[in-house]
């Protein structure tokens, strides 16, 4: 399976963005996608999951203002970001969990740059 993200770009403060990832492959819409984050120096973080059954999960950090949704028709999972704030700076990566019968299939896709200026 191969994830291409896009979507980063440069935005000031209260403006918004919108990520995209594209999964090759059959098995996306059993999947669970994630995006996470990583800023300079920092650790990488969760910022939204959605399982296979549409079950969502947020960090307090940016429920409200972060949206993630996926179309199975389409192996394509997005994360609509709004009221963007400079801490939101990072590289946004997606990811996918497939879970196999004695194991669990991870994959990364190659991030994207988010830049909130000020």
């Known amino acids: 399976v191969q994830l291409q993200a896009c979507g980063g770009g440069l935005v000031q403060a209260g403006g918004s963005l919108r990520l995209s990832c594209a999964a090759s492959?059959?098995?996306?819409?059993?999947?669970?996608m994630g995006w996470y984050r990583q800023a300079p120096g920092k650790q990488r973080e969760l910022v939204a999951e959605?399982?296979?059954?549409?079950?969502?999960t947020y960090p307090d950090s940016v429920k409200g203002r972060f949206t993630i949704s996926r179309d199975n028709a389409k192996n394509t999972v997005y994360l609509q970001m709004n009221s963007l704030k400079p801490e939101d700076t990072a590289v946004y990566y997606c990811?996918?969990?497939?879970?196999?019968?004695?194991?669990?299939?991870?994959?990364w896709g190659q991030g994207t740059l988010v830049t909130v200026s000020s």
């Open positions: 990811k996918l969990d497939y879970r196999l019968p004695s194991a669990l299939y991870v994959n």
């Open positions: 959605i399982t296979s059954g549409g079950s969502t």
């Open positions: 492959g059959s098995i996306f819409s059993r999947s669970t």
